[in-house]
């Protein structure tokens, strides 16, 4: 049987909160501390459900003293610190009791048949995170990240999809060549698309490409696409912001898959 080993922590100079804090100021730091910060009750147990084993949780004395400390306990290492520390690594206005470090194993490699949403550029982190989060739901599996767009492990997008990652295979820093290794029909929208999505048998898997917000989708990546369509909006707006858009385009994807 294992135990848990309970520390306390004291000091805003403890190593641990120092590279936390590096972990919340900059949104690749994953990337060289090979970790991640999962902040909230609920991101820490949707990676417990994934079958994710956190390196350490941490908690608050209060959070300690409450229901929480169980999901604490799932961890091998618990740091219990004070409210006002845990504020000083928290990346939210109202820090969270409970937080796990967690192993970042990496970019996964790219599936070739599998059913894909490409992030062209993606800006916004709040809008990358949701996007996952609309692929998870919708049954998508692998997210390619392209050069050029917000790291997909950043704090901002793993509050923003809410427990997405952990069921998806994400490739990030992928150069627009590598998508030849795709199996799968590319599509895309566009306003000037002859035909509305619901008009348009589409194929079953295939990789939907989101753009930039501002720009769209490049055009080198645009040429790469079997189909575009538009996505009808008759209530006369020019677009919609990416993050809408993928919703609609990946739940189409499933409607017409689930009734075939």
């Known amino acids: 049987m294992t135990t848990t080993a309970v520390k306390s922590i004291a000091s805003r100079d403890n190593p ?6 590096k972990l919340g100021r900059d949104p690749v730091a994953y990337r060289k501390q090979g970790e991640l ?6 991101l820490c147990r949707a990676y417990l459900q994934r079958g994710g ?3 350490q949780a941490l908690i608050t004395e209060q959070g300690w003293d409450s229901p929480l400390r169980d999901l604490a306990l799932s961890a091998p290492v618990v740091s219990v610190l004070p409210a006002e520390l845990m504020g000083g690594i928290s990346t939210l206005e109202s820090p969270a009791p409970i937080g796990f470090v967690v192993p970042w194993v990496g970019a996964s490699e790219l599936i070739s048949d599998a059913s894909t949403v490409v992030l062209d550029r993606l800006q916004d982190a709040g ?40 069921g998806l295979s994400l490739v990030e820093g992928v150069e627009v060549a590598a998508l030849r290794a795709l199996n799968v029909p590319l ?18 898997p295939c990789a939907w490409v989101l753009g930039h917000e501002g720009e769209g989708v490049s055009a080198a990546l645009q040429s790469r696409c079997s189909q575009s369509v ?30 075939r």
């Open 230 to 259: 538009r996505i009808p909006q008759p209530g006369g707006e020019e677009s919609l912001n990416v993050g809408a858009a993928a919703a609609v385009c990946l739940y189409e994807s499933a409607r017409q898959r689930l009734s």
């Open 37 to 42: 910060w999962l902040e909230g009750d609920h």
């Open 127 to 166: 809008n990358v995170g949701t996007v996952l989060r609309s692929a998870s739901a919708f049954g998508f599996t692998q997210v390619i990240a392209l050069k050029g767009t917000a790291g997909v492990w950043s704090p901002k997008v793993l509050r923003a999809g809410m427990g997405a990652h952990f």
């Open 53 to 55: 084993v956190p390196l």
């Open 16 to 21: 641990l909160l120092v590279r936390l804090r």
């Open 187 to 204: 599509l895309a929208t566009s306003s000037h698309a002859d035909r509305a999505i619901h008009d348009v048998s589409l194929p079953w």
